[in-house]
């Protein structure tokens, strides 16, 4: 068995896509619109060959995250290398996006973790490069 996706519903479907698409170098697919049941949907992929569902509903409610609460933790890219991390997480510090930890290393990885603009974790590690050592 393989995992095929990853699906996140978001109130913003376009700015998901941008955050994915601009940071972590995703490719979108074209955009599945269901208009009687107000369904929208995109596709992610990324070199490595995973994928990122995106879904909007008209029914989505907005919801109250909370730390450490049951349920999904976060997503992780893997760069090639210490400084592709510390690269990486600076920018995005300096584009706006919260970074909540690191750069450090943590758990067998070299790795720092953002929120991207619906509030989940992404961590960005440069695993790799740890275990080579």
């Not at 972590?24 to 369904?39: H, K, M």
């Not at 989505?60 to 210490?82: N, W, Y």
């Not at 943590?106 to 490069?129: F, W």
Request: aromatic share 10%; glycine share 8%; hydrophobic share 35%.
């Amino acid at each position: 068995m393989t995992i095929t996706h990853t699906a996140i519903y978001t109130l913003d479907l376009e700015r998901l896509r941008e955050f994915y698409c601009k940071w972590f170098g995703g490719s979108a697919e074209p955009e599945y619109q269901n208009s009687e049941q107000g369904f929208s949907s995109c596709v992610l992929r990324f070199g490595s060959g995973a994928a990122l569902k995106l879904m909007h509903s008209h029914k989505l409610k907005e919801t109250v995250r909370r730390e450490f609460s049951a349920g999904f933790a976060h997503l992780a890219f893997s760069t090639e290398s210490e400084e592709s991390v510390e690269n990486l997480t600076r920018q995005m510090r300096a584009d706006g996006v919260p970074v909540i930890s690191g750069p450090s290393k943590a758990g067998g990885s070299y790795e720092s973790c953002v929120l991207d603009p619906d509030g989940n974790r992404v961590k960005i590690t440069a695993e790799q490069a740890v275990h080579e050592r």
